[in-house]
């Protein structure tokens, strides 16, 4: 079964209320889109993977968020996701919107972080290798670089597009003062900035404090929030300590000092108004993001299909 060959689903698009135009582009994304920063990488399964890939796009999830050291280990993501693309989704390209991203420590040695042309490029094209690609949808600069001028890794950005790598061009986590720039710089240029991705959740409402939503939302420009369950510190998992084999106990993202008793004392506090809801608290948190005005999709991972069919039923109800 897991092997036979995939045919999407007829009715994948049935649900036109899934799809947010993003900014004042062309695009339209989905309000669920699919992060692979964990879960798809070589230490996982890569039937289970393929599974949840293929259930996102059965029901209407075009988008598909990646980044060059996606693993463990870095690039497997990639190189997983390029063998789904051979495999099952080829005679979809045309259907997806696949991002991926270069900002982060990927190679050895002073060219393989943060944000120099040369770092940036090269990183793309061994993306696009890893995913049997000739281009992505969207290519990000995944951090801001304090030391490269922001001119430089711009304007690499605005040759990815020109050299037809790329069709699109984000930032992500990149301050207010760059963003503005950001986008003036791209638009003199004819490259858009289509959207900025931002941790944005019901515990980390920095974007909006920042003001970088309003920016966003005033400027044309989309915005994805990447962690909208707080690296799943919005559900009922940690309510009654840390349990095994949970993120808490192997991530170095998510390390167990934060489990404050105030943090636990929150996240209980909201648990009982999503109960109240007759909600769960991944759809409260989930529907919390999408109503703030200018928000177009959430990010969530999913280490099963019945996890992203939960979340993907918290926005259809």
Known sequence: MENSKYTAHEERYANSELYQRCGKSGILLPKISLGLWHNFGGNDSYERGRNIIRYAFDNGITHFDLANNYGPPYGSAEENFGRMINEDFRPYRDEMFISTKAGYDMWPGPYGNWGSRKYMIASLDQSLKRMNLEYVDLFYSHRYDPNTPLEETLQALVDIVRAGKALYVGISRWPLHALHFANQYLRERNVPLLIYQGRLNMLDTAPIEEGILDYCQENGIGFISFSPLAQGL?????????????????????????????????????????????????????????????????????????????NIFSIRN
Do not use: F
Not at 286 to 310: D, F, H, Y
């Open 234 to 310: 919005l559900t009922d998992k940690y309510l009654q300590g840390i349990p095994n084999g949970s993120r808490m106990t192997h991530s170095k993202h998510l390390k167990s000092d934060i489990l404050t008793p105030e943090l636990l004392e929150k996240i209980g506090r909201l648990n009982s108004i999503a109960k109240e809801q007759n909600m769960t608290l991944p759809q409260m948190a989930l529907r919390w993001i999408l109503e703030q005005k200018g928000v177009t999709s959430v990010l969530v991972g999913a280490s099963s299909v019945e996890q992203l069919r939960e």
